[in-house]
C-alpha cells in the first residue's frame, strides 16, 4: 500500500496514532469510540448507546494497534459535515472560526469537517440536500460530482445526537491508497467556538445556497455581470444585507478564476435601492431558473430557509426562529452600529469582552478552566469578536421590505465589529489591567474585578481561606510550610534562600500589586545543582499552579526582542530562561524590566508605530556563574546555590521539589499571603536595605525580615559588587583581544600601551606612594584576568624561562569595535610628557628632550603618527 500525495505530511505512522491527541480529546470530555483501521463504520451493536467508559476505552486502545477513532456527537458537540467540493471551498468563509479536519488528499483549504460547540444543540442533524419535490434529472445534470454512481444531492449536514465522525489520527483507504485524517492546524479543545444552534443552522444555509452559486457561476466573459445581477436578487430575497451580499459575490468570483471580481461588487446595493423603492427585481425563482433548476426553490426556500416567497413585489417572509425583540437593527444607518453591538454585549455578558492596551481582547484559557489552567490574554480579529458576540447572546436583526416585518441576521458585515476593534475606548468595555491566577489580599473569588481591573482566572474554591488576623507565629509557620520543598537545598548564604523566597512571593502578589519589580536569577557553581527546578517553581507560582516551560536564552537584540515581546502581548505571568551561558544584558531587557505600570513600548519589526504593552511578567534566569551587564545589577535578584558535592546531580532526596512544591500549591500561595497580611496587619516598619524598586517589594522584604528571615536586598550589593568586577575584567579581555587577537604577548608589551589602558579606565587606581613600574601594574593586573571567560573570550597563560606568555582563547559572541587610529601633534600649547602616550611608555626624562630638539630643527609643522 502507498499514501495518497498532497501538500502537507502525513502522520507518522498508521499503526502510531498520536496518544497526545487522544488524550486531549479525553481531557475534552468526547466520547470517543474504535473501529478498524481505514473503516468509517463501526461493527459493534448498541456503539451509540450507554455512557463512555474511559478504562474500558483505554485498554480497547492499547490492544488495537491499527484503529481509527471516532467521536460520538453527543452533547453540545456539532459536526459541520461538508460533502462537496463546492462546500468545502466556502468553509473558511461561513465557518472561519471552527477548527478543521480533512483527509489528505484534500486541498489544505477543503477541509471536510469542522467542530463547534452549541449549548443548545438538539440531539439530531440537520442536512441540506435535495430530496422531495424536486425534478431529479435537472439536479442530476446540474451537479456533475457524484459519489457511487449517484449524484452528490447532499450538500452539507449539521450534525448532532447518536451519530459518529471519524477524527484524526485516522485513515481511509482510496483503492490501495491510505488517505490520511488530520487536523489542518495543531488542535486545541479550546479553540473550539461555541455558537448558537441557530447561528450554525443559519450559516450553514447560507453555505449551502453559496456553494450553488459557486457551482453555476458562468465559466467565460460576457455573462458574468448579468449571472451576479441575478445572483444578488436571490440573495437580497434570501435575506441578505446589502453589504455582506455584495462581499459574498465577489467572494465566489474570486474563487471561480473570475479576473474583474471586484467589479461585480455593489450588485446587491443596487437590488435593495430598487426594492425599497418598490421596484421590480429579480428574485429566488429567477436565479433559479437561469442555471437550469427551478425545482429546487421549494427546498431552498422551505427547507432551508424556513420561509416562503411568492414573487419579488409580493413577497411573504415566515421564519421558524422568532426574531429577539432586542436584536441590533443593522438597518438603522443613523445609528452607531459599533454603539449599539458594545451595549448589547454588555448587557448580556459584562467581563467577556476588555480593553487592555488600548486592544479589545478576551481571556482565554488553554485546556479547562481547572486547577492549574493556564489562562492568556488574547487580542480579537473580527473573526474571533462575532464568534464571542454570537456565543454570549447578542442577535441581530434587519427590516425585510418585502415581508413587511424584522427578520434576524446571523452574520452581520464586518464593518461593525471592525468599527468597535478601531476605537475600543468609545463604547464603555472595562479596563483589564491583567490576569491573576492566584487570590489577592483582598478578594479570593475568581472573575473580574473592576475595583482592581484583574480578572481572577482560577475555579471557584481552589484556595482554601486565608486567615483574616494571622499572627507572627502563624506567619513563621506559613514560611516554614512554603519553603520545605527546599529543605535540602545548598545555598551560598542565608541571603540567598531569602531571595528565592522573595521570588516566590513576588510571583504571587505581582499581579495585584503592580510596580517596579526584580528579575530573579537563579544560579549556582556547579551543574546538577537544581537550579532550573526552583525556577519553575516561581513561575509556576505566578502561572497558577500550571507547570513552567523553560525558553531557550537567546543573546541576539532582535530574536530576543521578538520573543519578549510575543509573551508580554499574550500576557503571560511568567518567563523563565534555562541554560543560560552568555552576559545577560541589553537595552530593551533593560527596559523591560524597568516599565513597571506604564508598560513597555516594544520596537517590533514590520509595525509602523511601536506598541505599549505591559511589563508585568516575573523574569527569572538560571545558569552557572552566570554574568550581568552593568547596568542589569541594579535590576536583578541573585540566589546562589552552592552545592559542595563535586557530582551535585548524583545526590538523592526524600522528593523531587517541584513536584512537593505543586503537591499543594493552593496551600501554598495562602501561605505567601498570610506571611504578606501578618506583617501588613502588625504595623510595624523594619529597617529594609534601599534597593531600587517599588513599593511591593519593599512590603516582601519587610515581611521575611519581621518573621527573622535575611533582608534579600543584601544579594543586590553583593551582585553589583561581583558583577562589576567580572564586567571590568571582561573589557579587559576584550580590549586585549582586539589588540593581539591570538597572538602571544607578555605583560611588557601591554605596559607599551599603559596609558591608553589608563584612558579607557581600565588600570586599577594605583595608592599613593606606589612604586610599581607599568610592567609590574599590568603584570598583576594580568595575573587577576587569567582564566576568566567573558564572552565567549578567554585571557590564557603559560609561565616560560623569560616569563609568562599570554594568548586570547576562543571567539567574541559580538565582535567588538577595532581601536580608532590615533593621530597626535608633537607641538602644541601643552608639551608631551613621557608616558602621556603609549608610543613613548618607560622612556627617560632625558632621552625625551634630545628627541623633542631633533624634532625642532624638522620644523615646527612636523607631526608624528
Same mark, same amino acid.
Given at each position: 500500500?502507498?499514501?495518497?500525495? *498532497? ?26 469510540? @474504535? ?70 488528499? @484534500? ?69 490501495? %491508497? ?168 454588555? %448587557? ?156 516566590? %512571593? ?6 495585584? %500589586? ?167 496587619? *502588625? ?155 603609549? @608610543? ?26
Amino acid at each position: 500500500m502507498s499514501r495518497d500525495n *498532497s501538500d502537507t505530511p502525513p502522520r507518522q505512522l498508521v499503526g502510531k496514532p498520536d496518544d497526545l491527541l487522544v488524550k486531549q480529546y479525553i481531557d475534552a470530555g468526547w466520547h470517543l469510540l @474504535l473501529m478498524k483501521g481505514g473503516e468509517k463504520a463501526i461493527r459493534e451493536k448498541g456503539w451509540n448507546k450507554g455512557e463512555f467508559d474511559l478504562d474500558t476505552f483505554r485498554e480497547k486502545y492499547r490492544n488495537t494497534p491499527d484503529r481509527n477513532i471516532g467521536v460520538l456527537l453527543t452533547g453540545k458537540l456539532v459536526d459541520i459535515d461538508l460533502d462537496t467540493a463546492d462546500t468545502r471551498a466556502l468553509g473558511d468563509y461561513f465557518f472561519p472560526e471552527a477548527p478543521s479536519f480533512r483527509r489528505h488528499s @484534500l486541498r489544505n483549504d477543503y477541509a471536510g469537517h469542522r467542530f463547534v460547540y452549541c449549548d443548545d444543540a438538539p440531539g439530531k442533524a440537520m442536512s441540506f440536500e435535495f430530496t422531495t419535490r424536486i425534478n431529479r434529472d435537472e439536479l442530476i445534470e446540474f451537479f456533475a460530482e457524484h459519489h457511487k454512481d449517484k449524484p452528490k444531492l447532499k450538500l452539507l449536514e449539521v450534525r448532532n445526537g447518536k451519530v459518529m465522525t471519524t477524527i484524526p489520527p485516522s485513515y481511509h483507504m482510496k483503492g490501495r %491508497m491510505i488517505d490520511d485524517v488530520n487536523w489542518d492546524k495543531p488542535f486545541d479543545p479550546a479553540n473550539i467556538p461555541t455558537l448558537s444552534y441557530v447561528d450554525v443552522v443559519t450559516r450553514g444555509a447560507r453555505l449551502a445556497f453559496a456553494s450553488i452559486a459557486l457551482r453555476a457561476y458562468p465559466k467565460g466573459q460576457g455573462t458574468r455581470d448579468e449571472y451576479c445581477l441575478r445572483l444578488a436578487g436571490a440573495l437580497i430575497a434570501l435575506g441578505w444585507d446589502a453589504d455582506e451580499g455584495d462581499d459574498l459575490i465577489v467572494h465566489i468570483a474570486k474563487l471561480a478564476g473570475d479576473e474583474e471580481a471586484e467589479q461585480r461588487r455593489g450588485k446587491c446595493a443596487q437590488t435593495k435601492a430598487k426594492a425599497d423603492e418598490d421596484e421590480e427585481v429579480s428574485g429566488l425563482p429567477a436565479f433559479l431558473e437561469s442555471i437550469g433548476i427551478p425545482s429546487a426553490e421549494h427546498t431552498i426556500r422551505k427547507s432551508w430557509f424556513g420561509g416562503k416567497l411568492k414573487g419579488p413585489r409580493t413577497a411573504e417572509y415566515k421564519n421558524e426562529v422568532q426574531v429577539d425583540e432586542s436584536a441590533i437593527d443593522v438597518n438603522l444607518e443613523n445609528i452607531d452600529r459599533a454603539d449599539k453591538v458594545s451595549f448589547q454585549a454588555m %448587557m448580556h455578558n459584562p467581563t467577556a469582552i476588555f480593553i487592555y492596551m488600548d486592544r479589545l481582547v478576551s481571556v482565554v484559557f488553554r485546556g479547562e478552566k481547572a486547577p492549574g489552567a493556564h489562562a492568556t490574554i488574547r487580542e480579537f480579529n473580527w473573526q474571533s469578536l462575532r464568534t464571542t458576540i454570537s456565543a454570549i447572546g447578542v442577535r441581530f436583526k434587519k427590516w425585510h421590505g418585502q415581508a413587511g416585518k424584522f427578520i434576524p441576521v446571523s452574520n452581520p458585515n464586518a464593518d461593525i465589529y471592525n468599527d468597535l476593534l478601531k476605537s475600543p475606548e468609545r463604547w464603555g468595555f472595562p479596563h483589564l489591567r491583567g490576569v491573576s491566577l492566584v487570590p489577592t489580599l483582598t478578594r479570593s473569588e475568581p472573575g473580574f474585578d473592576r475595583t482592581s481591573g484583574l480578572y481572577l482566572a482560577f475555579p471557584e474554591g481552589m484556595y482554601p481561606a486565608i486567615p483574616d488576623k494571622p499572627t507572627k507565629a502563624d506567619a513563621q509557620a506559613a514560611f516554614e510550610r512554603l519553603m520545605y520543598h527546599a529543605a535540602y537545598y545548598e545555598w551560598e548564604g542565608k541571603p540567598d534562600r531569602s531571595v528565592y523566597a522573595a521570588g516566590l %512571593m513576588t510571583a504571587a502578589i505581582r499581579p495585584s %500589586m503592580p510596580g517596579y519589580y526584580p528579575a530573579f536569577a537563579i544560579d549556582a557553581t556547579k551543574s546538577g545543582s537544581g537550579k532550573t527546578y526552583l525556577g519553575k517553581n516561581i513561575a509556576t507560582t505566578a502561572n497558577g499552579g500550571a507547570a513552567a516551560s523553560p525558553e531557550p536564552w537567546n543573546p541576539n537584540p532582535q530574536e530576543f526582542e521578538k520573543r519578549l515581546y510575543a509573551n508580554a502581548k499574550a500576557g503571560e505571568r511568567a518567563v523563565l530562561y534555562d541554560n543560560i551561558k552568555t552576559v545577560i544584558q541589553g537595552s530593551e531587557l533593560e527596559l523591560y524590566l524597568s516599565a513597571g505600570e506604564g508598560g513597555w513600548k516594544a520596537r517590533t519589526l514590520g509595525e509602523s508605530e511601536s506598541p505599549r504593552v505591559p511589563a508585568d511578567s516575573v523574569v527569572i534566569f538560571c545558569g552557572n556563574l552566570m554574568r550581568f551587564g552593568r547596568d542589569m545589577t541594579r535590576r536583578v535578584m541573585r540566589c546562589g546555590l552552592a552545592p559542595k558535592a563535586d557530582r551535585p546531580e548524583d545526590r538523592t532526596f526524600p522528593f523531587n521539589p517541584v513536584d512537593e512544591y505543586r503537591r499543594e500549591f493552593p496551600q501554598r500561595v495562602v501561605d505567601i499571603l498570610t506571611i504578606i497580611r501578618a506583617f501588613q496587619q *502588625s504595623g510595624d516598619r523594619m529597617d529594609i536595605r534601599a534597593t531600587d524598586f517599588g513599593a511591593g517589594f519593599r512590603l516582601i522584604q519587610g515581611a521575611l525580615m519581621w518573621i527573622g528571615e535575611p533582608d534579600p536586598g543584601l544579594c543586590v550589593e553583593a551582585l553589583r559588587a561581583r558583577d562589576a568586577e567580572t564586567a571590568a575584567k571582561g573589557q579587559i579581555v576584550e580590549w586585549l583581544y582586539v589588540r593581539f587577537h591570538t597572538n602571544t604577548f607578555t605583560a611588557s608589551d601591554v605596559a607599551r600601551r599603559y596609558a591608553e589602558l589608563e584612558g579607557d579606565g581600565l588600570l586599577p587606581r594605583q595608592k599613593d606612594g606606589s612604586r610599581q613600574t607599568p610592567a609590574q601594574t599590568i603584570g598583576t593586573l594580568l595575573a587577576t584576568v587569567r582564566d576568566n571567560r567573558w564572552g565567549g573570550l578567554m585571557l590564557t597563560g603559560a609561565a616560560t624561562p623569560k616569563g609568562w606568555r599570554y594568548w586570547i582563547d576562543g571567539k567574541p559572541e559580538i565582535e567588538p569595535d577595532p581601536p580608532a587610529k590615533e593621530h597626535f601633534r608633537l607641538f602644541d600649547e601643552t608639551p608631551l610628557r613621557p608616558c602621556d602616550h603609549p @608610543l613613548w611608555a618607560g622612556t627617560s626624562i632625558a632621552s625625551w628632550d634630545l628627541a623633542l630638539a631633533a624634532i625642532e630643527k624638522l620644523g615646527k609643522n612636523a607631526t608624528a603618527h
